[in-house]
Every structure is written in C-alpha cells, then in structure tokens.
C-alpha cells in the first residue's frame, strides 16, 4: 500500500514507446513527418512476422499506394511502420519511398547509435525524483546492453530480434514516471527535468527552510525542432488516430497510446494486457503532463453484438486521462481555445 507505483514497477511500453523512436528518425536527419515510407499490414523480418493485426491502416488514410507518412504511421500506431523507421536509424539509410525494406538493412551498423538514443531519454537510469532513488524503491527499468545488440554469435540477431521488439515497446522495461519524462522533454523542446514533489518546506513563521528549484536531469538527445514536429506528430493522435478518446472540447491534447501484451510463463499470451496512454495539454503551450497505466484491465465492454471489446490504451486509458487533465487545466485557469482541432 505504501509503494509509489509510478517508480517501483516497471512494464513493457508497448506503442508509447514509438514517438521515442520516431524522434531519433526526425533528428538523425532519416525522415520528416511528411516522408512517404513503404506500408503492409504485415512484413517478413529475416523470418520473424511483424503484423498490424486488429488495426491495419485503411487504404483511405495512404498517401498513395502502397505508401503511407511517417505522421500517418505514428498516427494509426503502425507496428510494421514503426519496424521501418527503428530499422532506417539501426542503418543509418534514409527512408523514402518504395525502395527502402527490411532486406536492404546492414546487420549491426548504427547498434550504438539507437543505444545512445534510448539512453539520453533517461531509460535504464533513474529519474532523480526527490521520493525515488534506491531508499524510495525506484526502479530503472531494463535497456538491452549494447552486447546483446551486437552477438557475434548469432548473426542478424539485432535485426530479427531487438530491433523489431523495441520498435514496438518491447524487450524494455519503464516505469510510469521515466515515460512521462521522455514526454515532458518532447513537451518542453528536448531537456529532461527532474521531477520532484516537495515544492517548498516553510516554517511558522514564514521562514523557507527548504525550496526545491526546478533541475536538469540530462538532455533527451533531440532538438527543439525535433520535439516541436513531434508534438504536431502527438496531436494527430488524438485528432484522428487511435488516442481519440483522449479528445478534450477546446483544449488541444497531445499524446500516444500503448498496449502491450504481458508476458507470462516465458512467453506472450493474449489474456494479460497493460493499457496506457501519455500526454500533455495545450499540445502548443503545455501546463500538464500524465500518464495512465492500467494492468490487466478487465473485458467487461461488450459491442452491439455481445463480443468482449479488447482492452487497449486507446479505449482504456485515455479516456481517464482526458478526465484528469481537463479538470486539472480548469483547476489551473487555463482559458479553452475556439481554436478546436
């Protein structure tokens, strides 16, 4: 009961691990939100099947045939072109057009370069929240070692292993508060903040005994160019993508949704779901960030005809984000905006 479990239990992301990997695309100079990139439902990688699944993007929302954006990818929480974008950083090749797939990768190639991107996001590390640490119990979550990115032993393993699951949020672990602040750093150009929760100590006598002022955690490795695009990226999300349900009237949210399935036994199931969803309000001038995390939430919606609805971030968590942050922002005095995308 005592645990703060926002920093004690990390999980796999799943899709709110994406923008993270799309900002090192956009800041590597590989592709911009506009960038036409190859799109299937389904891709072969050396074997392993990456899939779309339930959520494939509709032939309406390509750019053209067989093409999609890189915004549009991001919007519609593409897996296969989440796969495409982690590869075109791994290989340090541009992405564009009909000609880039996973067979043109070259093994290992760029291995440091997504390593370093991950770690200037803070994963693996502690926050330097005031209650964490180790005497709060935080944890740092898991970040593969750049060995494993590189087995000698195991030719193409990164390709067919790493790059696919991380792509998509997983062989990593995250706490709630580390993923907040990749998004706090998106929200505020490109520097991670320590968070904290004691604001001020004050005496009786008005005497400030402690003040706690704002602190650079690191830098996230990305520009404020970068994190501006992203932020319109985020926004997309919520306007036509699988974060709508997080839509506030006259506030403009940003945001991503994830769901990942647990693992259990060695191995993936389909039964056992952790649902999220991350953002920050006004998407142009943030006041708020939150993050909702559900573990195993249960299948009680049912559709008009009487199937179980499947948990996912999009229908599970951003509905109570919106809630928390539009009354948060009300709280805050923030006007809403007739501007409403």
């Not at 160019?225 to 036509?240: K, S």
Request: with cysteine.
């Amino acid at each position: 009961m005592l645990k703060i479990r926002a920093i004690t239990d990390p999980f796999e992301p799943g899709s709110v691990f994406k923008p993270l990997i799309l900002c090192g695309g956009i800041e590597n100079d590989l592709f911009t939100p506009d960038t036409l990139i190859p799109y299937k439902p389904t891709v072969s990688v050396l074997g392993r099947v990456v899939t779309d699944g339930a959520h494939p993007i509709m032939a309406k929302d390509h750019a053209s045939s067989g093409l999609v954006t890189a915004t549009m990818g991001i919007t519609k929480s593409s897996n296969t072109c989440a796969n495409f974008v982690a590869q075109s950083i791994f290989a340090g090749k541009r992405l564009g057009g009909h000609e880039y797939g996973p067979a043109n990768v070259v093994p290992y190639e760029g291995a440091g370069r997504l390593d370093v991107m991950l770690r200037s996001f803070g994963f693996g590390q502690y926050t330097g929240f005031d209650l964490g640490g180790t005497s709060g119990g935080e944890s740092r979550g898991t970040l593969p070692d750049l060995a494993e990115w590189t087995k000698s032993t195991k030719p193409n393993y990164a390709i067919r292993n790493v790059v696919p699951s991380i792509a998509q949020g997983y062989q990593v672990q995250v706490t709630a508060l580390q993923m907040l602040c990749c998004f706090n750093a998106i929200a505020t150009g490109g520097v991670r903040m320590k968070p904290f929760v004691v604001d001020k100590v004050s005496a009786r006598d008005g005497r400030v005994l402690f003040e706690q002022l704002p602190q650079v955690a690191g830098h996230s490795g990305i520009s404020p160019e970068t994190a501006a695009q992203m932020r319109e990226m985020l926004e997309n999300v919520v306007d036509d993508g699988t974060g709508q349900k997080a839509h506030i009237e006259g506030y403009r949210l940003a945001g991503k949704t994830g769901t990942a399935t647990i693992s259990t036994n060695g191995g993936y199931g389909e039964n056992a779901n952790t649902c999220s969803f991350v953002g920050f309000a006004p998407a142009n001038d943030p006041r708020i960030s939150a993050i909702v995390v559900a573990r195993h939430p249960h299948k009680r919606k049912v559709n008009q005809y009487g199937y179980p609805l499947l948990p996912y971030g999009g229908s599970v968590a951003a509905p109570y984000l919106a809630e928390i942050v539009e009354r948060t922002l009300v709280h805050l005095g923030v006007p809403r905006s007739k501007e409403d995308k």
